[in-house]
């Protein structure tokens, strides 16, 4: 779990790097950039933030319009050529309910790098390193051993996201092409972005939990925040390669 981008850069606030909004029935689409000229001052690594602000309750009824948005913006940072090789990391706890987006996430996505007789299909591969507590190996070893393996043409990695706003729990999908830290808590846990394996990686999240005098909460309705929008992020992953 790491932080929502968009809590931490008052900047981002005042909107002076944001390049488009989209204001549409029940949801808004805001892309932001961050530069060599502002990366300072924002505190962010440079790239692309994407993010599609929802309304909880028109969550269900805009399903289907959500996952287009996030296909455009997949497909903006792909440059419309799809990924022969992808591999997608689940991030997360699986017992935890608000920790488990990514897990719920590839649990939805279709596995096919096991096909060797279907040339035309991306040999898409999943991976859910669970939470070093669990395994007792940091997720980044464990993520580093799978690529080395595999040798993926781009990682998409989705996790629940932590925010300090209460207005931004549960009604945010962020991406990014910057990268994560899996499992951050975990101070010896390394950032995997385009640099760390020479190959792109797309950070996908939601941010499940509110963080808040140094103490962590969430809501009633988490668990269906959690199947809705891995719902709609399989989906589009899903679209997308096949």
Do not use: Q, W
């Not at 989209?22 to 933030?49: A, C, L, M, Q, W």
Request: charged share 30%; hydrophobic share 40%; proline share 4%.
């Amino acid at each position: 779990m790491k932080k929502l981008f968009m809590d931490l850069a008052k900047v981002i606030d005042d909107n002076l790097y944001k390049i488009d909004e989209y204001n549409y029935n029940g949801y808004k689409v805001t892309h932001f950039k961050v530069d060599s000229s502002n990366e300072i001052k924002v505190k962010r690594i440079r790239g692309d933030y994407f993010s599609i602000n929802f309304d909880y309750e028109k969550l269900y009824e805009k399903e289907k319009n959500i996952k287009k948005e996030l296909m455009k913006i997949l497909k903006a940072f792909f440059k419309n050529e799809k990924p022969t090789k992808p591999l997608i990391v689940g991030l997360g706890n699986s017992s935890v309910i608000c920790d488990s987006l990514g897990v719920n996430t590839t649990n939805k996505v279709m596995a096919t790098n096991h096909f060797t007789d279907f040339l035309n299909l991306p040999k898409v591969a999943l991976f859910n390193p669970e939470v070093t507590e669990k395994t007792g190996i940091s997720s980044f070893s464990l993520i580093e051993m799978v690529v080395k393996k595999l040798k993926p043409s781009v990682i998409i990695m989705i996790d629940a996201l932590a925010t300090n706003k209460e207005e931004n729990l549960n009604n945010f999908i962020e991406i990014n092409n910057t990268g994560i830290i899996p499992g951050s808590a975990i101070k010896d846990n390394k950032k995997i972005d385009a640099k760390t394996f020479n190959i792109p990686v797309i950070a996908i999240g939601v941010p499940l939990v509110l963080e808040k005098d140094k103490r962590l909460y969430t809501t009633p309705n988490v668990k269906d925040v959690v199947e809705i929008c891995s719902k709609i992020i399989s989906d589009a992953l899903n679209d997308l390669f096949f």
